[in-house]
C-alpha cells in the first residue's frame, strides 16, 4: 500500500479498549458488614442468657445498620445511571436489605422473649439484671418487737450486718409484689391472682420488720430503710402485644417466684430446723411457710399466663428453664460461706448449692407436666370442638332431608 494514499477513516480511527463496568467494591463491603452484623446479633440472641444480653444485641444491631444504611446510599447513588454502565456487584447491596431486616426481626423477637434469668435467694426488685435496694437508715420504724439474741460477741458485727441486708432485700420486695400486681392487672388477670399479690407483698412487710428486728436482736443497732425512690422503677411490659406480656410475666414469676421464692422457702426450712434460738427458729419457721406460699401462687401465675398465651408462652419458659444457671448467684460472706452462721439462720455455701439444685430440678419437673397437660387439654378441647360442629352439620342435613 502506498504511503501516501489516505487510510479509510476506520483504520485511522485510535484503538479504544472495550468498556469494562467497574466493580462496586462499596455494596460488597456494605453486604460484608449486614452479613457479619447479622451473625454476630444471632449469636448473641442464642446465646446462653447473661446480664445486659439485651443491650449488647441492641448495640450490634445499631452498628449492623449503618451497614444497611451504607447499601441504601449505594442503590440511591446509582440508581439514575444506565443499565450499561452500572457498576458490578450491586446486587450484593440489594442482599442486604433483607438478609439485615428479617435477621434483625428473629434476634429481637428471641431477645425480648429468653429473659435473663438471675438466681438468688428469695425475689428481689429488679429491673433485668439490676437489682434495687432501699440504703440505711438510723431509726427503729421498721424494727418489730426488741429482743436480744445470745451471739457470741465475736460475729455479733457481721451477723447483725447480713441479717440487715436480708432485712433490705425484703423491703425492695414489697416493690416487686406492687409491681406484679400492677403486671397482672394490665393482662386482665382473674381477683384471685391480684389479690394473692397484693397479700404476698404484705407477708414481705412482715418478713422486712422481722429482719430488721432480727438484726437489732443480733448488734443492737436501731436502723430502717431510707427513703426508696427506685420502689418505683419497673421495667417495661410489653403492652403493644398481649402474648409478649404475658410471656414476660410467665417468664419472671418462673424465675422469680417458683425458682428464687422456692430456694427461699428451702433454705428458710432447712435453716429454722437447725437453729438453736427460739425466738429466730419461730421468724425463720414463718418466713419458711410464707415464701413456699409466694413460690405456689408463682405457679398459678406461670399456669394462668400458660393457659392464656398458649404454645407462645409454653416455649419461652422451656427457654428460660434451659437458661436457668448451672450454680445459685451467692453473695455470702466469707464465714457464711462455711456454714458457721447456720445456728443463727444464715445458710453455708453448700446448703445453698443443694438448695437451688433440688429447686431447679423440682421447676423444670413441673413445667413439663404443666405444659403437657395444657398442650393435652387443648388438643382435646379442640377435637372436642370439631365433633360437635361436624355432629350439628349433620343433624342439620338429616333435618333437611
Ligand atoms: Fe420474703
Ligand atoms: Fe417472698
Redesign the pocket.
Given at each position: 500500500m502506498n504511503e501516501h494514499e489516505p487510510l479509510h477513516p476506520y483504520r485511522a480511527a485510535p484503538r479504544v479498549a472495550p468498556y469494562r463496568r467497574p466493580f462496586s467494591w462499596p455494596a460488597a463491603a456494605s453486604f460484608a458488614w449486614v452479613l457479619l452484623g447479622s451473625a454476630t446479633m444471632m449469636l448473641v440472641a442464642n446465646a446462653d442468657p447473661f446480664p445486659g444480653r439485651r443491650q449488647v444485641f441492641f448495640g450490634v444491631a445499631a452498628i449492623m445498620s449503618l451497614g444497611v444504611a451504607a447499601a441504601l446510599a449505594i442503590l440511591f447513588r446509582h440508581q439514575r445511571d444506565p443499565v450499561e454502565v452500572r457498576p458490578d456487584g450491586l446486587f450484593l447491596a440489594v442482599l442486604a436489605l433483607p438478609i439485615g431486616g428479617v435477621l434483625a426481626w428473629f434476634g429481637a423477637a428471641i431477645v425480648h422473649t429468653a429473659a435473663y434469668v438471675p438466681s438468688y435467694m428469695?425475689?428481689r426488685h429488679r429491673k433485668g439484671s439490676r437489682l434495687y435496694v432501699a440504703d440505711e437508715a438510723a431509726g427503729s420504724a421498721w424494727i418489730r418487737g426488741r429482743a436480744t439474741l445470745d451471739v457470741p460477741d465475736a460475729e455479733r458485727s457481721a451477723l447483725g450486718a447480713e441479717w440487715r441486708d436480708n432485712a433490705r432485700k425484703?423491703h425492695a420486695?414489697v416493690a416487686a409484689f406492687s409491681q406484679l400486681a400492677l403486671d397482672l392487672m394490665a393482662v386482665g388477670a382473674p381477683p384471685e391472682l391480684v389479690a394473692a399479690a397484693h397479700r404476698d407483698a404484705l407477708?414481705?412487710v412482715r418478713?422486712a420488720t422481722a429482719c430488721f428486728a432480727l438484726a437489732h436482736a443480733i448488734d443492737g443497732r436501731d436502723a430502717s430503710p431510707a427513703p426508696f425512690p427506685h420502689a418505683r422503677t419497673q421495667r417495661r411490659l410489653h403492652t403493644f402485644s398481649r402474648r409478649l406480656a404475658l410471656t414476660q410475666i410467665a417468664v419472671d414469676a418462673l424465675v422469680d417466684g417458683v425458682l428464687n421464692e422456692g430456694i427461699?422457702a428451702r433454705l428458710l426450712a432447712k435453716l429454722g430446723s437447725r437453729c438453736a434460738l427460739p425466738e429466730m427458729r419461730a421468724a425463720l419457721g414463718e418466713?419458711a411457710a410464707?415464701?413456699s406460699r409466694?413460690a405456689s401462687h408463682s405457679w398459678d401465675v406461670v399456669a394462668w399466663c400458660v393457659a392464656e398465651g398458649g404454645a407462645f408462652v409454653a416455649s419461652a419458659l422451656r427457654g428460660a428453664v434451659r437458661g436457668m444457671p448451672e450454680g445459685v448467684c451467692s453473695s455470702l460472706p466469707e464465714r457464711a460461706r462455711e456454714g458457721a452462721w447456720e445456728a443463727w439462720g444464715v445458710q453455708g455455701a453448700a446448703m445453698e448449692a443443694e438448695a437451688y439444685a433440688k429447686t431447679r430440678a423440682q421447676a423444670a419437673q413441673k413445667l413439663t407436666l404443666l405444659v403437657d397437660g395444657q398442650a393435652r387439654r387443648r388438643r382435646s378441647d379442640e377435637k372436642a370442638s370439631t365433633t360437635i360442629a361436624s355432629s350439628g352439620t349433620s343433624a342439620n342435613q338429616a333435618s333437611t332431608v
Open positions: 428469695g425475689r425484703e420486695s407477708d414481705e418478713h427461699a418466713m410464707d415464701e409466694h
